[in-house]
Each structure stands twice: as structure tokens, then as C-alpha cells.
């Protein structure tokens, strides 16, 4: 736990901690407003909420209605019975600082497919039309602030009840456990993984879902698509496909291993991640632009270009785990840091750290191409207005602020050897200037 908050002094940490969970709801609610109702433009709500007041932005919240409630009820239950059900290969997590090692069913890849085939056959049959997702999407967002706020409640009640492993715990202030979470692998039952529905299943599954719905609107609406639509679809999908060919690679980073399961990764996934995440395809809908073929192909190449080489960073790393450091990096032998650390239980083990490769341009290279790769996919909205561009803002501080985190957290594990890391590596994230 104390991983979490090392990476900034206490003050730093409440007023982050503060805000975000007073301000992340009503932001969801007025950026949605702002791309559907006021044109994309963020002068128009400041204009409108200067007029109207608070009481203006009460009105313009939406109620949680039924019809929300039971969409996300139905595609909760479905992600849930797919994550369960579907076959999938036996993986297991990395050993925790508690000696846990989590065991996963990795069925995602097949999940996203039958999720996809199925909307699409929802809708191709005329069973379920997306634009109904689409219409009533304020009122979606609402239930899920509300409900993922319960269900973050659930979750730090289990934490001091009924925790599923030892990897969990109380740091005596509620708000920070709360926030951060009281288990790192929360699970019901023995093979319900909370983090893989909430992170994976959940917040990834929407953005791809939302995105197809984004373009059928598009489709519905005006007898065809754009081309700054297809661009941004398909982008989001390839990144979101990519996501789920690699998801036992992401069982192994930050989100899953590190960060426990609180306000900031389960909420965060439950509700920012379909909303915010997905806003540039949400802006393209009303704000059809075209490209031209040329732009068109230009942006999905280099979007294309951004996101394989995002993938290859993370192949790239977990061969060179799989294989214990006995394999070609961009065909030669890698170099590397053999470092050891110290588990909580005393026990002594050993790291290999790789220096060489995508890892030997700095020490978090793979935010660079996933930070163009969102560019790439905002950019078909052009300049007409900013907060289209809000997604590839705030995924720079993210990511900026992960990479700090992860520092820290790896500074205080491996001691002299990340000095030495360091040294070798240099850079923190963008070769040659940070």
C-alpha cells in the first residue's frame, strides 16, 4: 500500500486524493453535456452554468433511469458469464510482496470477440439497435458514477471483513483506503477475479462497444460514415484489440500487481474509462469531418505504426522475462541488471531489469507510441475545438504520474541496483530530454 503513496509528499497526496473524488463525476457529466449538447464547446456549458448556477447544473445532470440501469445490468451479467464460462489458458500472476501468486483464466481475446459479434448481430438482426446505448447515454453515465460509488463501497467492506488473501490491509485512514483500496486481489468466490472484470472485462469491453456505437450513430443518423470516424474507430479498436491479445501481460503491470482495488482503479475503470476514454468518437458523432482519403490513410498508418510499437515495448519485455533473459533483443543477446530485493517475509529473490531494446531508449519508452497512438485517433477531429483533445491531456499526466510511481516504488524495492539501472538507462520516458 505504501507504494501508492510515496511518490508525493502527504499534502500532494490528499489534495489529489480530494479532488479526484469530488471532481471526477461531475467532470463525466459535463463533458458528456458539452459534446452533445453544446457543440463540443466548452464556452457554451461556462456560458450556460454562469446564467443557470448551480441549480443549472442540477438540471442538465441526468437521472439515473431504468433503462440505463438495465443496459448496464445486462452487459455487466454477460461480461461476467463470458469471463467465467469462456475456455481460456491457466496463467499465473507474479508472486506478491505477501508470497500470493494469482492464478487467471486468460479468455479475454475470445471475450471481446463474442462481445463484438454479438452487438453487432444485436443490431444487424434488428434485436437491439445501439442507438438506444447512444440516446440514453447521460442517463448511463449517471448510474454508473452511482453504482460504481457502491460498489467501491462493497469493495472496502469486503477489504476489512472478508479479504480473499493476505495481500490486503488497513493503512488506518479511511479516505486513503478508500481511494487506494484495501485488497490487491480481490475475488468472489474462488475464480471471480474483481480487478480482471472491473479493469478488463468492463472499462476496456466499453470503450470498444462505445466506439462501435459512436460510428453506428454516425451511420444512422446521416446514411453514412465519415472518414475522421472510420479513422478514430478503427484505431480505438485496433488499440483495444491489442489490448486483449496482451492481457496476461497486463495481469504483470501496475494497475493489477501494485494497485489495489479502490476508488482510483475500479471506479476509474467502472465509469472514466467508457466516458473520457471514448470522447473523441463521441465528439465525431454530431461534428462529421472529412479528411480525404490521403489524410485519412496518413493518420490510421502512423495511429497503425504508434500502436505496434506499444505492443512490440511490452512482447519485447515479457519474452525477455519468459525466457529469463535467454533471447534475441533486436537480434542480439539483451543487456541487463541482475538485481535482488527483499520480500516482506525476508525472503531474498532476483530480478532481471532489461537495459537494452525498446527498454534501453528509457525506462518507460512504451508511453511514448501510446500517447501518439491517442493523438492519432483525436487528431481526425481536427482543431475546431479542445476538448476532444482532454482524453490525450490527461492520459499524459497519467502516465507521467505512473511512470514517477513505478520509480519510486522499484527505487525503494531494488535499491543499489535501480541506482545502476539508472545510470544505464537514464531517461525516464522520452529519450534524450526526460
Known amino acids: 500500500m505504501a ?49 443557470h448556477g448551480m441549480k443549472g447544473f442540477v438540471e442538465i445532470w ?12 445486462a452487459y455487466a451479467a454477460f461480461e461476467a458469464i463470458l469471463q467465467l464460462l469462456l475456455p481460456g489458458k491457466i496463467v ?4 506478491s510482496p505477501a508470497g500470493n501468486q494469482p492464478v487467471y483464466k486468460a479468455n479475454g481475446m475470445a471475450a471481446y470477440a463474442v462481445t463484438l459479434i454479438t452487438y453487432l448481430c444485436l443490431w444487424w438482426f434488428g434485436i437491439f439497435n445501439p442507438l438506444v446505448v447512444y ?15 457502491v460498489f467501491c463501497i462493497f469493495l472496502y467492506i469486503k477489504g476489512h471483513l472478508a479479504p480473499s ?27 471471480f477475479d474483481i480487478k480482471v472484470f472491473t479493469n478488463c472485462r468492463f472499462g476496456m469491453m466499453s470503450w470498444a462497444v462505445l466506439a462501435v456505437t459512436y460510428c453506428i450513430k454516425q451511420y444512422e443518423e446521416n446514411g453514412t460514415v465519415t472518414d475522421s470516424m472510420l479513422v478514430n474507430t478503427i484505431l480505438m479498436l485496433v488499440y483495444v484489440t491489442k489490448f486483449f491479445w496482451w492481457e496476461a501481460g497486463y495481469w504483470n503491470t501496475m ?25 473523441p468518437g463521441m465528439y465525431l458523432v454530431n461534428h462529421p469531418v472529412n479528411l480525404g482519403t490521403q489524410l485519412a490513410l496518413s493518420i490510421l498508418v502512423a495511429g497503425i505504426l504508434c500502436i505496434y510499437i506499444n505492443y512490440d515495448c511490452d512482447r519485447q519485455r515479457q519474452e525477455f522475462r519468459r525466457t529469463n533473459g535467454k533471447c534475441q533483443v533486436w537480434g542480439k543477446a539483451p543487456s541487463k541488471i541482475v538485481a535482488s530485493h527483499t520480500t516482506t517475509s525476508g525472503e531474498t529473490k532476483t530480478s532481471l531489469l532489461l537495459t537494452s531494446g525498446w527498454w534501453g531508449l528509457s525506462r518507460h519508452f512504451h508511453y511514448v507510441p501510446e500517447i501518439l ?15 476532444p483533445y482532454f482524453y490525450v491531456i490527461f492520459l499524459t499526466i497519467l502516465l507521467f504520474d505512473r511512470a514517477k510511481r513505478d520509480d519510486d516504488r522499484c527505487r525503494s524495492k531494488y535499491g543499489k541496483y535501480w541506482k545502476l539501472y539508472c545510470e544505464k538507462v537514464p531517461n525516464r520516458i522520452i529519450p534524450g530530454v526526460y
Open 135 to 149: 440516446d440514453h447515454l447521460g442517463e448511463i453515465f449517471s448510474a454508473l458514477i452511482f453504482g460504481s460509488l
Open 92 to 95: 499465473r500472476g507474479p508472486i
Open 3 to 51: 507504494e501508492s503513496k510515496t511518490a508525493h509528499s502527504p499534502l500532494v497526496t490528499y489534495f489529489s486524493m480530494i479532488s479526484l473524488l469530488t471532481l471526477c463525476p461531475p467532470f463525466v457529466i459535463l463533458l458528456w453535456y458539452t459534446m452533445v449538447h453544446s457543440d463540443g464547446s466548452i464556452l457554451k456549458t461556462l456560458d450556460y452554468l454562469r446564467q
Open 373 to 387: 497512438g491517442a493523438f492519432f485517433w483525436t487528431v481526425p477531429a481536427l482543431f475546431n475545438h479542445f476538448l
Open 255 to 279: 494497475d493489477i500487481a501494485h494497485d489495489r482495488a479502490g476508488f482510483y482503479i475500479c471506479w476509474g475503470c467502472l465509469v472514466w474509462v467508457p466516458s473520457i476514454y471514448t470522447s
Open 62 to 73: 441526468p437521472r439515473p433511469t431504468a433503462t440505463a440501469w438495465k443496459i448496464i445490468a
Open 165 to 191: 488473501s493476505t495481500d490486503s490491509g488497513s493503512c488506518g485512514n479511511i479516505i486513503i483506503d478508500f481511494y487506494w483500496g484495501m485488497e490487491l486481489y480481490p475475488r468472489i468466490g474462488k475464480h
